[in-house]
């Protein structure tokens, strides 16, 4: 399956726009997530643990995608959008979200 952010794919024209597909994931802040990324905040550097989290979110999301635009028959997703987003009481909560076009090239 090919995903990109790209409205197409050189040298490979869509056959069939087969709709919009979406992955979101929630992830929740965890305290000892937040102590630790707080020292990095006070000494500086990056917080390993939030990166960690980021992209373990964002990979399900993509594999969201992935499987909504295979059960439409598709072989590639174009146009893919990533947003990252606090929601929840006081910002508790992260979500990932992604969304394309699922196509068959």
């Known amino acids: 399956?090919?995903?990109?952010?790209?409205p197409?794919?050189?040298?490979?024209?869509?056959?069939?726009y087969l709709g919009v597909v979406t992955g979101e994931v929630i992830v929740g802040a965890n305290i000892f997530r937040d102590l630790f990324a707080s020292v990095r905040d006070i000494v500086g550097g990056r917080s390993g643990a939030y990166e960690g989290?980021?992209?373990?979110?964002r990979r399900e999301a993509f594999a969201e995608?992935?499987?909504?635009?295979?059960?439409k028959g598709?072989?590639?997703v174009i146009g893919i959008d990533i947003d990252y987003e606090v929601i929840?009481?006081?910002?508790?909560?992260?979500?990932?979200?992604?969304?394309?076009?699922?196509?068959?090239?």
């Open 8 to 16: 197409s794919i050189d040298g490979t024209p869509v056959r069939e």
């Open 88 to 105: 929840g009481q006081n910002g508790s909560m992260l979500m990932v979200s992604i969304s394309g076009t699922a196509v068959r090239l």
């Open 65 to 71: 995608i992935e499987a909504e635009a295979r059960d």
């Open 74 to 76: 598709a072989n590639a």
């Open 53 to 57: 989290a980021l992209r373990d979110a």
């Open 1 to 6: 399956m090919i995903l990109t952010t790209t």
